[in-house]
């Protein structure tokens, strides 16, 4: 089973409010990744990050900030939360090796904004 | 930018029967790794298979294998003798080797009947 970890699982939140989806992994990755998917539909990436201090914009354009201060903890946040942001958010990370290259996932958590 | 296609949002096969799930890519690239991923309902998303675009031998694991066709850009997967976990929604995936940016496809939504 892969070190990665994403909290919380399911978040239900209002409007307006500001929230941060956390993601940490224990396998000293230096590539991390977030993605957007709706439920069964494709992975989108909004985030990307080569390493510590390190972070670009993936293919699809979002609202939402991320920061990679250590290179375990790759945190999304969004300012202010708003319906069209309702999906799931998934966090992967992979080693930058041409040996090994297998992104591992989190389980994902599911953001619901009413 | 890199495209990843999947043409068939949806496909079914009969237990221990086998089906083969398509994936064409479109990179100016030279150095890339291409794999499938697997997505059961409601659980991480785990690594089927990978492939190195330096490799001409097609990757094999188990009951999945690759048909890895570099000229045409395909990178099909076949299931031989289909099990019922083996439904899930299967994503296929490119990796650039420059900086290891990982863009996923639609994904096909694969179902195993008793």
């Known amino acids: 089973e892969a070190d990665i970890y994403q909290t919380p699982r399911y978040l239900v939140i209002g409007t307006g409010k500001k929230i941060t989806l956390e993601c940490s992994q224990t396998?000293?990755?230096?590539?991390m990744y977030w993605y957007q998917q709706d439920p069964g539909m494709e992975l989108h990436l909004i985030h990307y990050?080569?390493?510590?201090?390190?972070?670009e914009k993936g293919d699809l354009s979002s609202e939402s900030t991320v920061s990679r201060i250590r290179t375990e903890h790759f945190p999304l946040t969004l300012e202010s939360a708003r319906p069209s942001h309702t999906s799931q958010y998934l966090c992967a990370s992979s080693e930058s090796s041409r040996v090994n290259t297998e992104a591992f996932f989190g389980q994902g958590t599911r953001l619901t904004v009413v | 930018a890199q495209t990843v296609t999947q043409s068939q949002p949806e496909m079914s096969v009969q237990e221990a029967e086998t089906v083969t799930l398509s994936c064409t890519y479109d990179?100016?690239?030279?150095?890339?790794?291409l794999f499938w991923y697997k997505q059961p309902p409601s659980r991480q998303m785990i690594l089927v298979i990978r492939q190195e675009a330096y490799k001409q031998q097609n990757a094999t694991e188990n009951r999945f294998s690759v048909n890895f066709q570099k000229a045409a850009k395909s990178f099909s997967l076949k299931i031989s003798d289909s099990q019922l976990g083996d439904t899930a929604m299967y994503f296929c995936?490119?990796?650039?080797?420059?900086?290891?940016?990982?863009?996923f496809g639609k994904g096909t939504l694969l179902t195993v009947n008793p």
């Open positions: 396998m000293g990755h230096d590539k």
């Open positions: 995936a490119f990796m650039r080797g420059s900086n290891y940016k990982l863009t």
């Open positions: 990050s080569y390493g510590v201090n390190s972070t």
């Open positions: 990179t100016s690239e030279n150095n890339y790794y």
